[in-house]
């Protein structure tokens, strides 16, 4: 089955210890993304990655770090997590294609509170 | 910068009572306009896209539309299987990020 797999689900952790949010899709997609998302703020974009070694800053990413190594996986990393970043995260994917406009999958989101 | 407006924020139905979402946007040189699903606790599910003003999809009991402001989301007849909150999102020209509205929670009571 086509998927995008966020791993954990459900995240509590005390401020300050480092953290990692792992994703993984199967569907050979090159671009992949980090949003997160809050009530009255919607879902807004952390960092996007084009494809493998190619990383970029989206509209909040301060507070977090992305690697993308391999082109299933785009982990995200809070090394010094604050309350502020308690929020729902979800990972997405699509087919990077010459247009830009496939649609993008998600994943079922991880729920992270920091203390 | 892209922006995103969705309205109502909330909207209560009755089975079988059609009505209308609405999303408004500004965008530098539109790629696409995305409609997703998002049921609680679960990640958006994807609709459809539309690319060009006049353009219309359909799915069941759901129809989008376009023009070169806003997209509409008919749903008509809706069972109370179609509860979800519904978001709407563009793709600008740089095509690198999906800009996404505040999302309508949609409740069909039976």
């Known amino acids: 089955e086509a998927q995008v797999t966020q791993n954990p689900r459900y995240l509590i952790t005390v401020t300050g210890k480092k953290l990692t949010v792992t994703c993984s899709q199967n569907m050979n997609h090159e671009y992949m993304s980090w949003y997160r998302q809050d009530p009255g703020l919607g879902l807004r974009q952390i960092y996007y990655?084009?494809?493998?070694?190619?990383?970029d800053k989206g509209d909040v990413p301060e507070g977090y770090k992305v690697s993308r190594k391999e082109k299933r996986n785009f982990p995200l990393i809070l090394e010094s997590p604050s309350p502020n970043q308690t929020s729902l995260y979800f990972c997405?994917?699509?087919?990077?294609?010459?247009?830009?406009?496939?649609?993008?999958?998600f994943g079922n989101g991880t729920r992270l509170t920091v203390t | 910068e892209d922006q995103v407006t969705q309205s109502p924020e909330a909207l209560r139905l009755q089975e079988g009572e059609s009505s209308s979402l609405n999303c408004s946007y500004t965008?530098?040189?539109?790629?696409?306009l995305f409609w997703y699903r998002q049921d609680p606790g679960k990640g958006p599910e994807f609709l459809f896209t539309l690319y060009s003003a006049g353009e219309e999809k359909e799915k069941e009991r759901l129809k989008a539309t376009l023009t070169k402001k806003e997209s509409f989301l008919h749903i008509t007849a809706p069972k109370p299987e179609d509860s979800a909150t519904y978001l709407c999102a563009v793709l600008g020209a740089a095509g690198n990020k999906l800009t996404f509205g505040g999302g309508t929670r949609v409740l069909v009571k039976p």
């Open positions: 997405a994917s699509r087919q990077q294609g010459p247009s830009y406009n496939s649609p993008l999958h």
């Open positions: 965008v530098s040189g539109l790629r696409g």
């Open positions: 990655s084009m494809n493998v070694e190619v990383t």
